[in-house]
């Protein structure tokens, strides 16, 4: 159905495009998909066992509207936001853009969502039916960025499986800078004193950026280790990496996500795993749209995978394309579970 219908919905605003997708999820529109169960693509996690591995990006359900839809259609897991204490607009439209021919997204979106208030109540009237991560960050306008995630953090540790620290946008001015050691430690410091005093061992995410220099890798590990971190999320969409991008859209502003960023991806998990090995869960995003894609993040490192821009080429079904497709490689090879791959081709 999805190919049928492609070519009308790319003749709509991409940021349209998406509004109807999120209205047709709440109507329950959505396709009847048989949940891909094998054990060899359960994954146990926090003493829990989610189906799969495929999980869904912020980004996507930035409001926590849909996340019950999404495990309907074949998701292991979904991470909604990235939600700042207050309501913003974002930055001003057109802010999305396509570029269809590398199968690739640009988007200066600007952290555009209804705010900590709306979104908490929203999720506790309407219990998660899967496993949760939300994403956090600050407001635009803040005086005070550390303090907005501290806020987000005490409205939101109760409602999730585990909570992301978003530093890693390009769309929100001067928020890389918290990349540096000293921001980054004075943060996560602050954060688990945070965490401590609520007494709360919910595990917590960095979401760093695929832009990292060579020497920023080492310190945030260091940091992810010194603040005991279970998760780093790699990575976010990259303001670089268009010199071979096609469409004519590569000259809009705006991170870049989708298959150009698969392999800058993929490397920087590798550069992950060899450090951590395995003491922290890696998050892979970036170019997922099948499932050599996605077990090409899981030979590098990853133990789970996140995609977005996937789902917009590929459709609905992409989760249950992807976990089928799994299956088959990992049977192919002989694997009982896919743990064994994880980080094999180190």
Same mark, same amino acid.
């Given at each position: 159905? !999805?190919?049928?219908?492609?070519?009308?919905?790319?003749?709509?605003?991409?940021?349209?495009?998406?509004?109807?997708?999120?209205?047709?999820?709440?109507?329950?529109?959505?396709?009847? =998909?048989?949940?891909?169960?094998?054990?060899?693509?359960?994954?146990?996690?926090?003493?829990?066992?989610?189906? $799969?591995?495929?999980?869904?990006?912020?980004? %996507?359900?930035?409001?926590?509207?849909?996340?019950?839809?999404?495990?309907?259609?074949?998701?292991? %897991?979904?991470?909604?936001?990235?939600?700042?204490?207050?309501?913003?607009?974002?930055?001003?439209?057109?802010?999305?853009?396509?570029?269809?021919?590398?199968?690739?997204?640009?988007?200066?979106?600007?952290?555009?969502?209804?705010?900590?208030? *709306?979104?908490?109540?929203?999720?506790?009237?309407?219990?998660?039916?899967?496993?949760?991560?939300?994403?956090?960050?600050?407001?635009?306008?803040?005086?005070?960025?550390?303090?907005?995630?501290?806020?987000? !953090?005490?409205?939101?540790?109760? !409602?999730?499986?585990?909570?992301?620290?978003?530093?890693?946008?390009?769309?929100?001015?001067?928020?890389? $800078? =918290?990349?540096?050691?000293?921001?980054?430690?004075?943060?996560?410091?602050? *954060?688990?004193?945070?965490?401590?005093?609520?007494?709360?061992?919910?595990?917590?995410?960095?979401?760093?950026?695929?832009?990292?220099?060579?020497?920023?890798?080492?310190?945030?590990?260091?940091?992810?280790?010194?603040?005991?971190?279970?998760?780093?999320?790699?990575?976010?969409?990259?303001?670089?990496?268009?010199?071979?991008?096609?469409?004519?859209?590569?000259?809009?502003?705006?991170?870049?996500?989708?298959?150009?960023?698969?392999?800058?991806?993929?490397?920087?998990? $590798?550069?992950?795993?060899?450090? %951590?090995?395995?003491?922290?869960?890696?998050?892979?995003?970036?170019?997922?749209?099948?499932?050599?894609?996605?077990?090409?993040?899981?030979?590098?490192?990853?133990?789970?995978?996140?995609?977005?821009?996937?789902?917009?080429?590929?459709?609905?079904?992409?989760?249950?394309?992807?976990?089928?497709?799994?299956?088959?490689?990992?049977?192919?090879?002989?694997?009982?579970?896919?743990?064994?791959?994880?980080?094999?081709?180190?």
């Amino acid at each position: 159905m !999805f190919s049928k219908v492609r070519s009308l919905i790319f003749k709509l605003d991409p940021e349209l495009a998406h509004t109807l997708a999120i209205k047709a999820l709440k109507l329950n529109y959505i396709p009847n =998909l048989k949940q891909q169960k094998s054990s060899i693509i359960e994954v146990n996690i926090f003493d829990k066992t989610i189906p $799969n591995p495929i999980g869904v990006a912020a980004g %996507f359900d930035k409001d926590a509207e849909v996340y019950n839809s999404l495990y309907k259609l074949g998701f292991g %897991f979904v991470e909604v936001g990235t939600i700042t204490p207050k309501k913003q607009y974002g930055n001003p439209k057109p802010r999305v853009f396509r570029l269809e021919e590398d199968e690739a997204l640009i988007n200066r979106l600007g952290f555009n969502n209804s705010g900590a208030d *709306i979104v908490s109540s929203r999720i506790s009237k309407n219990k998660p039916n899967g496993f949760l991560g939300i994403n956090i960050g600050p407001n635009k306008d803040t005086s005070d960025r550390v303090e907005d995630y501290l806020n987000c !953090f005490k409205k939101f540790y109760n !409602f999730a499986d585990y909570i992301t620290i978003n530093i890693s946008s390009p769309n929100t001015p001067d928020l890389r $800078n =918290l990349h540096s050691y000293e921001n980054l430690d004075e943060l996560l410091n602050l *954060i688990q004193i945070e965490k401590k005093n609520l007494n709360t061992k919910i595990p917590l995410a960095l979401k760093v950026s695929p832009d990292i220099e060579e020497e920023n890798i080492s310190e945030i590990s260091d940091l992810i280790m010194k603040h005991k971190l279970e998760i780093i999320i790699v990575s976010n969409s990259t303001d670089k990496n268009r010199q071979n991008l096609k469409n004519i859209n590569k000259l809009e502003k705006g991170g870049l996500s989708g298959k150009p960023l698969e392999n800058k991806s993929n490397n920087l998990i $590798n550069k992950f795993y060899k450090i %951590f090995n395995g003491k922290v869960k890696i998050i892979g995003v970036g170019g997922i749209d099948s499932g050599r894609s996605a077990y090409e993040k899981f030979i590098n490192g990853a133990s789970l995978v996140q995609l977005y821009t996937g789902m917009v080429y590929k459709g609905p079904k992409i989760a249950h394309k992807i976990s089928g497709e799994l299956i088959d490689i990992l049977k192919n090879k002989g694997v009982k579970n896919i743990s064994e791959v994880i980080g094999i081709k180190n």
